[in-house]
């Protein structure tokens, strides 16, 4: 109550003061009509506003003025000089009253009869005269009536009175502490120009920083030290009173989509969740249109009209979600519906008609990339323009306004079930921290927020640089990470790097893809001020802006967008498109890309394999070879890895002198070699596999880079190695809708194990690293038939994992099973005890797929008893 | 409000004594420079500041006419490389390039000449067109020519320099 009182006195002073000002230009001009609106306006909302805080006094003076200037505004009562003034004491009244409550907290005591009378016999057109400071007697007032002669004096007496009362508080509370409002409305010049300030003081502060660097004991360090605090607890402070809650920009929203659920005849709601995510005030008012426009777009060409949506076995009633939440130095806002979806078809069609992109190139598109094709200038799919939208402007300015302030923005659409924009936009466009770093002689910024660590390569133990072909990679953890050769990207210098060639690694993420940055050296990091690159450089994308460095030399900003998309690892950002924002959907589901190795082994069609799989690239020396009965080790590591030739001829000794390319699968203490002739590339691919004509050691052919290819089946192979994996049998038989499979497991080697052998074997799988993720999904409303979780997880252990899915929601009635390495007597009973509904072995698929099978007949069967009923 | 816009730092020591009284003929007054021996102006009224060598920050990808980036009392600066723009010859090794800041939409950009002249103030009457058969890329940016004693000058459009890329 207290907030609402502050702010409506806030407003309402506001208001008053414009209003005197207004009423005398009416005075000037009585037929302005738009004056006398905004006259009218302020009174009626003075009025309306009081009402609603139980103000009596103040609305009733504020009502009857405004029957006074509705009859005027009408032009059913010509505005007279008389009358001004009348409206002018109101107002002074008016004035009064809210100097009291400001003061007091509460309406003053007073009698505003004799006003309210004045008042009203003017609205009922009788003439009144007061001797108010601006009314010179009318030439057609000789004949005042009678009513009004009198009350003259009377409201002179009564004016003082309140005035008496509430005028003298006023004062003081101007300049006195009281009860005044805490909060003061500044001028938002006033607060970029505090901003542009302090990131210079900033910079200043850098260049001091600097120079105090090189000089030891000297007497300005600690002053310096305290100068430095000072600065960031400044530029904390002015950042603080430039963020807003995001709620501020959704306000208009509601209005907005009830008005167009009447245009449009439809039944829409918004949902409206983290509201109260804050961010920068610039960077909100330059996503209030996008945003806007596309809640717009939402409901107009989105979502369905009750008919349509009864139709297609909808609820009547669309729904337009609004979600934002933070991620690192991000804001990401979701506009969703749950509509018609964009048809892609239809996209398809008005690309090849305005030549946007032949036949052919559709063709060869995902789904997502034609999408994307409504970003484009002048491109709009709705068949009929609408007053609403359908002119062909938005989606493309909403995409550059966007992308103008480092934003970006990506949709994901089913049709039939709706589509969701994602956007994704720094907190603030002012400060940030970044790294420095060097690339063939020339220093760069790597934005923190997107560097996840800093590896020193070279040729001690730690991690190395590997050549894939020509394809740097670093192996980190038993991942295998792309690498970026930053000074080839940028044409620093063109001949490729030799392995160990640099000396760190920046190892970034760009949604869900994390990729390494090959650099000479590192430097510090430093709270940059980021400015806008010229606008002829806006065409070069590697960078999001420059700045300044504390040493005074001009620095560039690398994007790390701008990387990944030049390097083609934004594929996925481009085509799936949400998959790489939201973390809820960062599942590695199997018709995402997937990196894989190509290679040469035996005859026919070259072979892939997944990259994530594989741990190590070896080329051996044939004398390192031993021959051990009838196969063929080696030394590796410490211990003997059985090498399995693919060729299919059996262990043959490659030929001394000669080298033999392994590729190196391993768990820990496991690990096998497989003898491949040759590697040739490395590539981004959507692995559909075809089982068709499969041949034991495969899971089937998929095209990659337009030729017929045969996928690795790991399993057999690993078997064949005589590690105790997974003993592969015949697949999973056929199920007419592919039964939708998550799997919770934090080592991606085992993920990526399962992913490919259950989809080949028939299910939907979607493979996500932590039961958080997982949860997350549930929220996000996505739907399985069954779970597979591991027990031992960091933060959030299997069990937790299954009491949290048991404590409620949609999936409380999910089977769940527990995959373990260890299946102790003890540890099945503490799994059944927490909710797991059977326990596998981690490694023996065929008890994997059994239990599969089993626990979604069980449900099918569950099923059919419940539905006749 | 003109006489400001031109200032003179103590680097630009090649700046000969000029007639700085910019007054109602300041919009036919240039500032000349030599790129690679061919003597140019810039209209005075864009000309922000005028700068010695300074260092320069290479930005890569850019296009081959913008020569990197530097920073002028705290404002970031790009840097136009008028030879390569003008299709001229190269610099030599160890040139030491000028830059004359102009502004354009808003932003700062530096002309890197070789040397940087007078501020001038020429008669409209007196310039000539380009020449039909001058060189295309010159003629593109090129407002017109005037005889200045023995050698011509070549007045520069700041706005379609800009045009690059």
Known sequence: MDDLLADFLTETNEGLQSLDGALLSLERNPDDPAVLAEVFRTIHTIKGTCGFLGLPRLEKVAHAAENVLGRWREGSLPVTAAGISLILRAVDRIKAIVAGLESAGAEPAGDDAEMIALLDAAFRGEEVAVDGPAAPPQAEAPAPVAAVAEPEPAPAAAAPQPAAAAQPPAQPTEAGPGNAPQTIRVAVDVLEDLMVLVSELVLTRNQLMQLARTETNSAFSVPLQRLSQITSDLQDGVMKTRMQPIGSAWQKLPRLVRDLSHDLGKKIILEQHGAETELDRQVMELIKDPLTHMVRNSADHGLEGPEERRAAGKPETGRITLNAYHEGGHIVMEIGDDGRGLSTARISEKVIRQGLATEAEIASMSEQEIHRFIFRPGFSTAAAITSVSGRGVGMDVVKTNLERIGGIVELRSREGRGTTFTIKIPLTLAIAAALIVESAGERFAIPQNSVLELVRVGDGDGPKIEMIKSTPVMRLRDRLLPLVNLSRLLALQDQPVAAGGSSFVVVSQVGSQVFGIMVDRVFDTEEIVVKPVAPILRDVTMFSGNTILGDGSVIMILDPNGIARGTGLGVETNGEAAATLTAATRSAESRDHTAVLLFRAGEGAPKAVPLGLIARLEDLPAERIEQAGDSLVVQYRGSLMPLIPLSGYGAVMPAPGSKQAVLVFGDGAHSMGLMVDEILDVMETQLVIDGAGARQGFLGSSVIADKVTEVLDCAYWLHQGGADWFSATAKAKEVTRKPRVLLVEDSSFFRNLVVPALSAAGYAITGLPNPREALRLREAGEMFDIILSDINMPEMDGLQFVRAIRDGGPWQELPVIALSAQAEPDDVEAGREAGFTDYVAKYDRDALIGALTQAIELQVFARSIDSPV | ?165
């Open chain 2, 1 to 165: 409000m003109q006489t400001d816009t031109l200032t003179r730092p103590s680097g630009a020591g090649n700046m000969a004594s000029g007639n700085l009284a910019l007054g109602a003929d300041a919009d036919h007054m240039v500032l000349t420079l030599t790129v690679a021996g061919q003597l140019c102006g810039v209209p005075a009224l864009a000309v922000r500041d005028v700068l010695g060598q300074q260092a320069i920050t290479r930005i890569p990808l850019a296009p081959p006419e913008v020569a990197g980036s530097l920073n002028l009392r705290g404002r970031i600066v790009t840097a136009i490389d008028l030879r390569r723009r003008l299709h001229l010859a190269p610099w030599e090794a160890g040139a030491k390039p000028m830059s004359v800041v102009v502004e354009h939409q808003g932003e700062l950009y530096s002309l890197l000449a070789d040397q940087v002249g007078e501020v001038l103030s020429l008669n409209p009457a007196e310039r000539a067109a380009n020449p039909p058969t001058l060189d295309a890329s010159w003629k593109e940016v090129s407002l017109g020519v005037h005889r200045l004693g023995e050698s011509l000058l070549v007045v520069l459009d700041v706005e379609r320099l800009m045009r690059i890329g």
